[in-house]
Antibody, heavy 121, light 107 residues
Framework: EVQLVESGGGLVQPGRSLRLSCAASGFRFADYAMHWVRQAPGKGLEWVSGINWDSSRKVYADSVKGRFTISRDNAEKTLYLQMNSLRADDTAFYYC??????????????WGKGTTVTVSS | DIQMTQSPSSVAASVGDRVTIACRASQDLKNWLAWYQQKPGEAPNLLIYGASSLQRGVPSRFSGSGFGTDFTLTITNLQPEDFATYYCQQANSFPLTFGQGTRLEIK
């Protein structure tokens, strides 16, 4: 079974850092691009970042560029999101998602259950 | 950034009805568009990609159409499990962007 399990969320003060992890199983993780998508409470979906299969391409939403860093460990089948200088408007449910296509960054066909990040003093 | 605008923001319908949701892009996407369904408390689920290709496992009552800047998701013969929020997403250029969502409610 294809599965993504996020972890690392929690309550953090503004300006501090947090690292999210996403453990993948049931598919050839190293072949697929991966994404982070977030959803603020009661709001819509916001794409945060994506990384291609070999980490040669990393792309970010303008709202997180320069503060967040996406990375992956293909040997460990794990995706990461390092979040620095966190702000109140980063409060959201964070989803890890697998790209549908080999090597590309476009559509998200498998999603984790998500992890909650709350930024508050 | 490409702006995605969905209409309507919400729609009420009955079981068995046909519903159409529109999505307009601020730039030409060609066919780089997807549709997702999200139920309360759950992660989104990919329904349609490439504007009109049905994702494996998705019922055939879901269909997508459009090219360029105007796209449509159609659900025929609405079932109780279809009442959810639907999002379009463009994959033509970065950053990837979603529409604001359309909530499909039971009439």
């Amino acid at each position: 079974e294809v599965q993504l399990v996020e972890s690392g969320g929690g309550l953090v003060q503004p300006g501090r850092s947090l690292r999210l992890s996403c453990a993948a199983s049931g598919f050839r993780f190293a072949d697929y691009a991966m994404h982070w998508v977030r959803q603020a409470p009661g709001k819509g979906l916001e794409w945060v970042s994506g990384i291609n299969w070999d980490s040669s391409r990393k792309v970010y939403a303008d709202s997180v560029k320069g503060r967040f860093t996406i990375s992956r460990d293909n040997a460990e089948k794990t995706l990461y999101l390092q979040m620095n200088s966190l702000r109140a408007d980063d409060t959201a449910f964070y989803y890890c998602a697998k790209d549908k296509n080999l090597y590309d960054l476009d559509y998200m066909d498998v999603w984790g259950k998500g992890t909650t990040v709350t930024v508050s003093s | 950034d490409i702006q995605m605008t969905q209409s309507p923001s919400s729609v009420a319908a009955s079981v068995g009805d046909r519903v159409t949701i529109a999505c307009r892009a601020s730039q030409d996407l060609k066919n780089w568009l997807a549709w997702y369904q999200q139920k309360p408390g759950e992660a989104p689920n990919l329904l349609i990609y490439g504007a009109s290709s049905l994702q494996r496992g998705v019922p055939s009552r879901f269909s997508g159409s459009g090219f360029g800047t105007d796209f449509t998701l159609t659900i025929t013969n609405l079932q109780p499990e279809d009442f959810a929020t639907y999002y379009c997403q463009q994959a033509n250029s970065f950053p990837l962007t979603f529409g604001q969502g359309t909530r499909l409610e039971i009439k």
